[in-house]
Every structure is written in C-alpha cells, then in structure tokens.
C-alpha cells in the first residue's frame, strides 16, 4: 500500500486526509518512529503546526482519539503513537496485559503510584493532566517524575488512552495558559465508540496484524512493527 510513500513523501494538510492515512497504515506515530514508515509529522507542512487553525496537526491529534478515528497514547517506546480503531483490538490483545489493573496490582505486575493514577481516571473519565496531579498529591515538583512514569506504565500495558486535550480558560471563560491532556481507561473508550475487544487468541492476533502490516506497511516498517509485538 505504501509503495508511494517509498517512491515520494507523502503530503497531508486536511484532517479527513490524515484519518484516511491512519486507517491505510494502521499505526502512524506523531514523529518519526518507525523506518521506511510514515509520521504525522513526517507527512504535514511544518508551517502549519501550532498555527491554531483547521489545518494544525497538533490540534488533529486530539480530535483522533475524540471522534473515534484512533487511539492516542504512548504504546510504543514510550513514543505517542496513533493506532487506527480497526487495528486497536489486536494490538490490545499482544501489547495489553491479561487482567484489570486492579488484579495486576494484587499480583505485582503494576505499580502503586500506576494504580492509584488509574482509580483516579476511572472515576473520573476525561480528567485533564493538571487536575489528576492534584488530586493524586503529585504536584510537588519532587513527584514529576514518578507522576510521568506512572501514567507511561499505564499507556504501555494500553490501561489507559490520552482522550484529548482541554484548554485552561480563566474565571471569564477566555483561554488562560496551555492547554492540559486528558485521559481516559481503554475500556472506557473502547466502549463510547463501539469497538469491541478481540476475542481470538494471542496467537490469531498475531497472525491477523501480522497480514495486515504486510498489507499496509513497507518491508522495513513491518519488521521493526513486528519485532516489537513479539511477531515472527
């Protein structure tokens, strides 16, 4: 499918274009990441980012994950990533740990500051970065760092899904500072966009994105995908 991308790069400047290009690729990180593959922005003019127009990549990656079109988060390498809705349920089945979060934390396979993050969340869907530093007693700069591993581990076992971005508006309801991420529990959105958890083994999954990256993916970018799910 990418035998353009590999002949001349490819250029994106509306978001209809850029949900067309997800759903080709399957997975499409926000910065170069994946060799022989595309990135949002690898694809879209650079003047265009951080303009605060219709045309602003940077305000598309949070329309993705709030229209339904992809999951956001940081699933692979630490690195935020786009994985198209269609292509989520299997990467969910190799990547998600087996159990609720609740359960892996009885058994040691999840931190208690990770934990404690994702309680918050799901009491609170959509909660913004800021408000669940608060409220996790993380704001002290001494916490940062355990505030961002925590919420890395929890992209990483795909326990949660960053859901968009919220703008930080005053007492008059005008826009006042940067704006804060917000998060969601997987379950949670899965659900609020009727995508349904893959239901086969670890192995068909395997199997079933294995023939989907070979489809949509270059040699190159399907070998790095596929050495990092466990794929052979």
Known sequence: MLKEYEEKPLSIEWYEDACDLIA???????????????SLDG???????????????????ARFPGDGTAAYG???????????????????????????????????????????????????EGIETRELRARAGMKSPDRKKEFDQALAELQGQLAIVISGVKEKRNLLGEKNGWSSTS??????????????????????????????MEEACTPEAAAFLQKWFGIR
């Not at 786009?82 to 931190?111: C, H, M, T």
């Open 24 to 38: 080709r690729v399957g997975i499409l990180p926000l910065a170069g990441l994946i060799p022989g593959h595309p």
């Open 74 to 124: 940081k699933f692979i390498k630490k690195k935020a990533v786009l994985i198209s809705a269609d292509w989520f349920p299997l990467v969910q089945r190799l990547l998600g740990n087996e159990g609720d979060p609740d359960k892996r934390y009885r058994d040691g396979l999840l931190s208690k500051p990770a934990w404690e993050l994702y309680q918050l969340i799901r009491d609170d």
């Open 43 to 61: 694809v879209t003019p650079k003047e265009h980012w951080h303009t605060g127009t219709e045309r602003d990549p940077w305000l598309w990656r």
């Open 183 to 212: 998060y969601q529990t997987t379950e949670d959105w899965m659900l609020l966009y009727d995508i349904e958890r893959y239901r086969g083994t670890r192995e068909q999954a395997k199997s079933e994105l294995k023939l989907n």
